[in-house]
């Protein structure tokens, strides 16, 4: 028995030896890992931009809020007819 406690004794110091090294919770804590400083002040500048971007204003048109980063409508009989244009023009 004790011999092969003495070899897995053996094993196990030769295996820690070999593996690379891994950081616990608290190694991991202690380096700034899990620190989020910088991070996580650059993505409030730029929610905040995008917050003041994306600004609602009233439609002139209905008179409804919408977003003031919208394109303008597109009446759907000039879609159609710049579609066909393309289409029977090839044929």
Partial sequence: MALALSGSAAA?????????????????AASGAMRR?????????????????????????TGHYRPANRAASVDPADLRAAHLGRTHARA
């Fill in 37 to 61: 400083g910088a991070a996580d002040r650059t993505a409030a500048g730029e929610a905040e931009k995008a917050a003041a971007d994306a600004s609602w204003v009233p439609d002139p048109v």
């Fill in 12 to 28: 196990r110091a030769l295996s820690q030896l070999l593996a690379p090294t891994t950081r616990g919770y608290a190694a991991a």
